[in-house]
């Protein structure tokens, strides 16, 4: 952005949601539709100019230990993705101070880095940006932790709301009149989700058939999933979750302890649950048909350890 002395600068403040992916995750990479929800949990920034005009940009993000210094050099894939967006909205890279907090678990699936590219990508075009400019130079920072991703992730951030999206082309937004609430619950097992899109291409060489049979599979669920959502169908929602659970679990990209807790969230009231995002750890989302079954299930969660919540689903974004 320019300003008088054609300065690049920062705009004072800037944020984006995370996100869920309801149904369609690895399959949009590979040219499937998907669905995506916003979800209220969100990456916050504030940027202030430094008192030493000519040092690298500080960027302290204390919930998730980031303090770095954006240095050419430095391997740290925030440190890197961070670069890339200024680079690609030509703002600053000296002079200023980054702060964020995040309500957002990183690496659990939950779009933590998507919402950290859009985030910055708005403290550098501001909030009137066209949001195609902000998702292009989100993307520029989520190759950096996705390799090749989908998109599906910045769109979401950027947009909010709950979203059809095919990669390559506009996402359309869902119009979902009575929110959906949903539990969240991260595993604190980390993966990288490159390793997770790698291990389904790996499938695909292996077993080309039935590895696309069952991406395949998965996008057939995106129309019924969107008609429950649409109708505020809990229990049809919930039989589709579980459904694109076992197909993600068929392309192994689950993992033990998503299995046992998707399984502890139907016992204790759930209407079904899935893993949510690339797999192999992170998070898994589950569909409660009341308040008293939230409890149940927030409880029941939480008393293994993970760190469940609730966040309801609602589109279309404000604008
Ligand atoms: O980064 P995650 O865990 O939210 O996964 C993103 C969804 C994938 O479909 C697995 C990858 C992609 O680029 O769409």
Redesign the pocket.
């Given at each position: 952005m320019g300003t008088v002395s054609d300065r690049p600068t920062l705009h004072p403040v800037a944020e984006a949601n995370g996100?869920i992916?309801l149904v369609?995750?690895?399959?949009?990479?590979h040219g499937y539709p998907?669905l995506a929800a916003a979800v209220e949990q969100r990456v916050r920034l504030s940027a202030e100019p430094s008192a030493a005009r000519s040092t690298p940009i500080e960027l302290r993000i204390p919930d998730w230990d980031v303090d770095l210094s954006l240095d050419p050099g430095d391997p740290h894939p925030i440190a890197r993705a961070s670069l890339e967006v200024l680079a690609a909205s030509d703002g600053p890279v000296l002079g200023w101070s980054i702060r964020g907090t995040s309500d957002l678990p990183p690496?659990?699936?939950?779009?933590s880095?998507?919402a950290l590219t859009v985030a910055m990508a708005r403290l550098v075009l501001g909030p009137h940006a066209p949001v195609r400019s902000i998702v292009d130079v989100s993307l520029s920072g989520?190759a950096v932790?996705?390799g090749?991703?989908?998109?599906?992730?910045s769109q979401i951030a950027a947009r909010g709301g709950v979203l059809r999206y095919i990669?390559g082309e506009e996402p359309t937004a869902l119009r979902i009149v009575t929110p959906l609430r949903l539990v969240v619950a991260p595993t604190h097992i980390a993966?990288s989700?490159a390793d997770?899109?790698a291990k389904?291409q790996r499938k695909r060489e292996q077993f080309p058939r039935c590895a696309d049979a069952t991406l395949r599979a998965l996008a057939d669920l995106v129309d019924p999933t969107e008609t429950a959502l649409l109708r505020h169908d809990t229990f049809g929602l919930g039989e589709i979750f579980t459904m694109a659970h076992h197909l993600l679990s068929a392309l192994d990209?689950s993992h033990p302890r998503l299995d046992e807790l998707c399984q502890l969230a139907c016992n204790e009231g759930a209407t079904g649950a899935k893993l949510?995002?690339?797999?192999g750890g992170?998070s898994l989302i589950a569909v409660v048909p009341d308040a008293s079954a939230e409890d149940q299930v927030l409880h029941a969660l939480r008393s293994t350890g993970a760190p469940a919540f609730a966040t309801d689903i609602r589109g279309p974004a404000p604008t």
């Open positions: 996100k992916i369609g995750e690895h399959a949009v990479v998907a690496r659990a699936g939950l779009g880095s998507a989520e932790f996705h090749s991703p989908s998109g599906i992730d990669r993966r989700t997770q899109v389904v990209v949510t995002g690339a797999g992170g």
